[in-house]
T-cell receptor, first 116, second 111 residues
Framework: DTGVSQNPRHKITKRGQNVTFRCDPI?????LYWYRQTLGQGPEFLTY????????KSRLLSDRFSAERPKGSFSTLEIQRTEQGDSAMYLC??????????????FGSGTRLTVV | GEDVEQSLFLSVREGDSSVINCTYT??????LYWYKQEPGAGLQLLTY?????DMKQDQRLTVLLNKKDKHLSLRIADTQTGDSAIYFC???????????FGSGTRLSIRP
């Protein structure tokens, strides 16, 4: 297992277009998280899944954002009608069910979105 | 509410100790973390501490927790150039719940 994989690494899109990002978590991890990070800031929580169930969504996640994890494995994050303010690094992370030594997340390298 | 505060920058001389400080507001935080982010890389978990602990040491890293003041610190002994990065303090209620991050402290090392 090579860790958490995110695709694409970079995406440039025109304002108003839709974009979709993919995250492949570590295979035995049942929890998957999406965060957004802008320059000079820490990651901001967007949403998380336990298996295929979306358990929590941040108020940052407007109606233009939707995330899915249909089979409890990979996840997609779609942004519709992108705006310049959506430009950020989108980070995915995964974690296992609570265990004796499993704390914190494993993060992917992120997808950098630039809306022009 | 949930909030994690850190100073933005720290500059230390190579070989000295670095101390990065953090305060948090959520008294129900059970897990406190330090993450490291190097340029162009993802976040890497450095260490964590449970809220019922005062201190945790792991090689060059020492974490101190003052739960009463909601203050967390990370000490890096014998700071090296490879320690240059942004360090994020973070907290969560449980090991599986969302993690709330601070804005990060950029550590720079001078010769």
């Amino acid at each position: 297992d090579t860790g958490v994989s995110q695709n694409p690494r970079h995406k440039i899109t025109k304002r108003g277009q839709n974009v979709t990002f993919r995250c492949d978590p570590i295979s035995e991890h049942n929890r998957l998280y999406w965060y957004r990070q802008t320059l000079g800031q820490g990651p901001e929580f967007l949403t998380y899944f336990q298996n295929e169930a979306q358990l929590e969504k941040s108020r940052l996640l407007s109606d233009r954002f939707s995330a899915e994890r249909p089979k409890g494995s990979f996840s997609t994050l779609e942004i519709q009608r992108t705006e310049q303010g959506d430009s950020a690094m989108y980070l995915c992370a995964s974690s296992a069910q609570t265990g004796k030594t499993n704390y914190g997340y494993t993060f992917g390298s992120g997808t950098r979105l630039t809306v022009v | 509410g949930e909030d994690v505060e850190q100073s933005l920058f720290l500059s230390v001389r190579e070989g000295d100790s670095s101390v990065i400080n953090c305060t948090y507001t959520d008294s129900s935080s059970t897990y406190l973390y330090w993450y490291k982010q190097e340029p162009g890389a993802g976040l890497q978990l450095l260490t964590y501490i449970f809220s019922n602990m005062d201190m945790k040491q792991d090689q060059r890293l020492t974490v101190l927790l003052n739960k009463k003041d909601k203050h967390l610190s990370l000490r890096i002994a014998d700071t090296q150039t490879g320690d240059s990065a942004i360090y994020f303090c973070a907290e969560s209620y449980s090991s599986a719940s969302k993690i709330i991050f601070g804005s990060g402290t950029r550590l720079s090392i001078r010769p």
